[in-house]
């Protein structure tokens, strides 16, 4: 589920493998995807956050863009440190999820 700004979060993960989808079936009325959903194999190791930085002005996801890995410096855009040598990433990851609607 994302917020109203189209973000969402996981908070507590341990490191591993993840899949990221868009359920298609959870849309709100009206809205429609322009391609097929997207599917995102995500590795976090510990002490690893994964965020989205859009480079588009716009915010829109540009062909070919890749999310990028942060290490918790406050120039590069996470607020939190990480918490290493735990196991676990106690931090949270944050995702933009971008629809855009067809007007008609």
Same mark, same amino acid.
């Given at each position: 589920? #994302?917020? *109203? ?9 341990? +490191?591993?493998?993840? #899949?990221? =989808?868009? *359920?298609?079936?959870? /849309? +709100? ?5 322009? #391609? ?5 194999? &995500?590795?976090?190791? =510990?002490?690893?956050? %994964?965020? %989205?930085?859009? !480079?588009?002005? !716009? ?11 942060? !290490?918790? *410096? +406050? ?5 939190? !440190? /990480?918490? %290493? ?6 931090? *949270?990851?944050? &995702? ?5 609607? /067809?007007?008609?």
């Amino acid at each position: 589920t #994302t917020n *109203d700004n189209g973000e969402f979060w996981f908070m507590g993960l341990t +490191p591993g493998v993840y #899949t990221l =989808s868009e *359920d298609v079936e959870s /849309l +709100p009325e009206g809205y429609q995807l322009t #391609t097929e959903p997207n599917e995102r194999e &995500i590795t976090i190791l =510990s002490g690893q956050e %994964w965020v %989205w930085e859009p !480079d588009a002005a !716009d915010g829109m996801l540009l062909a070919g863009q890749e999310a990028i890995f942060v !290490d918790g *410096d +406050p120039e590069n855009g996470v607020n939190e !440190d /990480l918490v %290493w040598g735990n196991g676990r990433l106690e931090d *949270d990851i944050q &995702i933009m999820k971008f629809i855009n609607r /067809l007007e008609g």
